[in-house]
């Protein structure tokens, strides 16, 4: 007979713990030099492109970075080690992260936010978390579609309009943002077991 694999069930967490990890990526400020700022270098495999926002001196939010899921105490360390603030280029690849660029990507964001032990993608989230109705969605469960994008719930106002936080193209950084249920028709509602 074959031995049963224990499989390690996934750790409890407060709706408001899964808010207050998001949070900081908003909030955080790091200091980009020269170096930090990269124009279509190439490393791992890929072009690097540092987001048009990210400046010499003082910033403020994880820069987006394809594939990516720095932790906000770390970045600081990667780019005093010279690494890319951010890599935008979602075309050649991904996966540059941390050796050439570091940041978050939509998935990363969650994956930090739901303190998982490993980053998880906009596929593979649905492996952990349940589908739930629309109108029960509250804040930490996300708006999902697989092999896309991701949005973390911060508030259901109630009115089919809901503030996420998330990692995007948007803007190439980790942001606050109000969207309507029309605008998030195409994403499955979810929570984290």
């Known amino acids: ?17 899964i808010i207050a990890n ?4 908003t909030t955080q400020t790091w200091t980009a030099n020269a170096a930090n700022i990269w124009t279509g270098t190439s490393c791992g495999g890929k072009t690097i492109q540092t987001p048009a926002w990210v400046q010499i001196g003082n910033n403020t939010s994880m820069p987006y970075c394809w594939g990516g899921w720095t932790a906000v105490s770390a970045i600081q360390g990667y780019l005093d080690a010279g690494r890319s603030a951010g890599d935008n280029n ?18 990363g964001l969650v994956s930090r936010a739901w303190a998982l032990s490993v980053k998880q993608s906009t596929t593979s989230l649905p492996t952990i978390s349940t589908s739930r109705p629309r109108s029960a969605v509250g804040p930490g469960d996300i708006l999902n579609i697989a092999g896309d994008h991701t949005r973390l719930v911060e508030t259901n106002y109630g009115n089919g309009n809901y503030r996420v936080i998330e990692s995007s193209g948007a803007d190439w950084k980790t942001s606050y943002r109000t969207y309507t249920a029309a605008q998030l028709a195409s994403y499955d ?3 984290y077991n």
């Open 1 to 17: 007979a074959a031995a049963a694999t224990y499989v390690q069930p996934l750790a409890p967490i407060t709706r408001q713990q």
């Open 90 to 107: 979602t075309v050649t690849a991904f996966g540059a992260e941390p050796a050439c660029a570091v940041g978050l990507d939509c998935s």
């Open 189 to 191: 509602p979810r929570y």
């Open 22 to 25: 998001a949070v900081p990526y």
